[in-house]
């Protein structure tokens, strides 16, 4: 089954993660089918915490592709800003 997950990356004490599409069996950091973006929680100011590149995300979803929590929450929050600017 596809996933998409994060991938934890960074320095020590100082997470980011990129949001990829992998296969279910892959490790955490392991080989992915497809990086759809990059989540950055420890972004201030000026800097982009959250960039999601949504058609290849929607793509992998009407595909069968299941989220975890925290990307589908992310997600979530995306299409939200997205329908705000609008």
Known sequence: MVTIRLSRGGAKKRPFYHIVATDSR???????????GFFNPIATGQEVGVQLNMER???????GA?????????????????????
């Open 57 to 63: 995300v929607d793509y992998w979803l009407s595909n």
């Open 26 to 36: 892959n490790r955490r950091d392991g080989r992915y089918l497809e990086r759809l």
């Open 66 to 86: 299941q989220t975890t929590d925290r990307v589908g929450d992310l997600i979530k929050a995306e299409r939200k800003k997205a329908a705000a600017a609008e």
